[in-house]
């Protein structure tokens, strides 16, 4: 199993030194395919590695650098489309975290930019992004009425000459989900990130990262999301976490985040029945990069749809969904 | 993965894995002059996988992935396994290599200093560089010539070379059968047969050389040479380069260098001879 060799692998870097070249073409494949290649070269630097290796994780630094600073240049674009608004504009994820020099953006891929805006504001922020050059990335007139009914956010948009995306929240879970967290207090708690732009406080940044690894989510990438969760868990005042947490109706995911996130990445934890079957989902990574339990995967990825909607919603989403020709991972 | 096979072409290690035989072992029959890398650490896998379990069997269908993959890659048929695990290291060495700017062209060496070729799909790279690779040139490489950001050097890259539709008898006559793989029919780019590099080629893939001339060849035109402004060559070889974008400024540098400091033209020729004739008039002039 080369996720769990993986994951020892950031729990404890020194134990890569123990790895044959079989160990080493696992590890690199399964970080790869769970986008941690960067983080775990910046883990591992320093640490002797094989001739062959240490190539391969300098080109991983400096794509993770590159991609910090794309992020940061994207996240500067949108700030400067949206200052006439006066509206709050927070980072989320990845760009936060390289905005702020978390320990969690260390080597963070970094896809999308995602940013959280008042919901009562979505309609101006859209028509300033469309007049800055974003543009819809995939029109689908059931995609956007579904996207803007029921979702978190508005449809993804892109772009039309950087070819870069943006995801434009309101909240941190689908309105159909059954946790409702708070907008507005995270809004009104946000700290600044420079440059005008808001990040959530440390509290929340768990709050959200929980929410979209474990309330939401079929758990595809869950490695890296709980890295996040484990390195953010680290930088939150428990007595201020536990009081976020009740607001935003999340103490049991942030329960188990934390369970999860001490037995893989930590010391070690107490795992419910449940915890285990989440753990395995997260290993189910072979030494090719291939995933592996297809029935486990398939049942996460049921269960995520099933979280998000009700049931009657959900069979008619699927149907239309499957009618158009997609078909899960 | 039930199948598999580690090669190692120039400075990368790719560890390809496969559901099927077949694709590994034509590899392991056109590879077998390469260096034994069985048990290396690679820096790329490879992987030629079922889109879904039933194709494993039933009509196979090849899914090319690996370290870097892309969703919507083609499927591809069994009989076309090894054009597909050529394809799948060509998809890595794109998306993945950091350690020289990946330009898209053939390369051809001697006396240490080298001729770089790069145009569009079917514009005669391919057959130019295996043809001069026969008459007294080292072939480097017919996909992707790596430029060293450090030193300017083009490093060999000397894959088997992709010979498509009517390059195939033009290459295979010179040859000889020995060196040639099964010929695939009817792929998406027509016929494709591939031709395995000269020993001497494969012994020397470690060894560079200085870029001295630069071609924008174009093949199934009246013979002409034209010179190419420094901007139009700067424009051209972003747009040929797979990893320019995500190198930055160490990127940019080297390919500034590169088009300062390398003579440049476009030809037009109509056949191959017209081709190596015309190519080894400008070597003697400019480079």
Redesign the interface.
């Known amino acids: 199993m080369s996720a769990a060799l993986l994951v020892r692998a950031l729990r404890d870097p020194a134990s890569v030194a123990g790895l044959d070249a079989a160990g080493w073409n696992g590890l690199i494949a399964a970080a790869r395919a769970e986008r941690l290649i960067a983080t775990l070269a910046v883990q591992i630097e320093g640490l002797p590695v094989p001739d062959a290796v240490e190539p391969m994780l300098a080109d991983a630094r400096l794509d993770a650098a590159r991609e910090a600073r794309q992020a940061l240049w994207e996240a500067d674009r949108a700030a400067q489309a949206l200052r006439a608004l006066d509206v709050r504009v927070v980072l989320l994820k990845g760009t936060a975290y390289a905005a702020a020099g978390l320990k969690a953006g260390a080597g963070r891929f970094i896809g999308d930019l995602d940013i959280l805006v008042p919901r009562d504001r979505l309609d101006a922020v859209e028509q300033a992004l469309f007049a800055a050059g974003w543009e819809w990335a995939k029109p689908d007139p059931y995609d956007d009425a579904y996207y803007r009914q029921w979702m978190h956010e508005l449809p993804p948009m892109i772009h039309a000459t950087r070819d870069r995306m943006i995801d434009v929240h309101h909240t941190i879970l689908p309105l159909t989900a059954r946790p409702r967290p708070d907008a507005a207090t995270l809004i009104a708690a946000a700290e600044p990130a420079g440059n005008g732009l808001y990040m959530l406080s440390a509290e929340d940044r768990v709050c959200h990262a929980v929410a979209h690894m474990l309330a939401d989510g079929d758990l595809q990438g869950g490695l890296r999301n709980l890295w996040d969760i484990y390195g953010l868990l680290a930088e939150a005042d428990p007595a201020a976490l536990d009081r976020r947490v009740a607001i935003h109706g999340l103490a049991a995911h942030v329960r188990q985040a934390r369970r999860l996130a001490a037995s893989l990445y930590g010391a070690g934890a107490r795992l419910t029945l449940w915890d285990r079957a989440v753990r395995a989902r997260l290993l189910a990574r072979d030494g090719w990069g291939r995933e592996t339990r297809k029935a486990l995967v398939f049942a996460f990825f049921v269960r995520s749809h099933w979280l998000r909607m009700p049931p009657l919603m959900l069979a008619r989403h699927l149907w239309t969904k499957w009618r158009k020709g997609h078909r899960p991972q | 993965?039930r199948h598999e096979l580690t090669l190692r072409i120039g400075p990368a290690?790719f560890?390809i894995?496969s559901a099927w035989r077949g694709p590994i072992d034509q590899l392991s029959r056109l590879y077998a002059v390469y260096p034994d890398a069985a048990?290396?650490?690679?820096?790329f896998?490879v992987?030629l996988?079922p889109t879904s379990a039933i194709r494993q069997w039933v009509r196979p269908s090849i899914f090319i992935t690996?370290?870097?993959g892309l969703a919507d890659a083609a499927p591809m048929r069994l009989s076309h396994g090894l054009l597909a695990a050529e394809m799948g290291m060509n998809l890595q060495m794109a998306l993945g290599w950091?350690?020289h700017l990946l330009l898209h062209a053939s390369s051809v060496e001697k006396d240490g200093r080298v001729l770089v070729m790069t145009g569009e799909s079917g514009s005669g790279k391919s057959t130019l560089a295996a043809l001069l690779g026969e008459r007294g040139w080292r072939l480097m490489g017919d996909e992707f010539a790596l430029l060293d950001m450090a030193t300017g050097a083009i490093m060999p890259f000397p894959r088997l070379v992709s010979l498509k539709n009517r390059a195939i008898d033009v290459v295979s006559g010179q040859v000889g059968e020995g060196r040639m793989g099964p010929l695939l029919a009817a792929t998406a780019k027509g016929d494709i047969r591939h031709m395995v590099p000269r020993a001497d080629a494969v012994a020397r893939m470690d060894e560079g050389g200085m870029p001295a001339l630069l071609l924008f060849p174009r093949f199934g035109h009246d013979r002409d040479v034209r010179p190419v402004g420094q901007a139009e060559i700067f424009m051209r070889l972003t747009q040929a380069s797979t990893n320019y974008v995500?190198l930055?400024e160490a990127g940019f540098t080297a390919l500034t260098r590169f088009v300062r400091g390398v003579p440049a033209r476009a030809i037009d020729f109509p056949t191959g001879d017209d081709a190596i004739a015309m190519v080894e008039r400008l070597w003697e002039e400019m480079a």
């Open positions: 993965m290690t560890r894995g048990g290396a650490i690679a820096d896998t992987r996988q690996g370290d870097h950091r350690r995500a930055g």
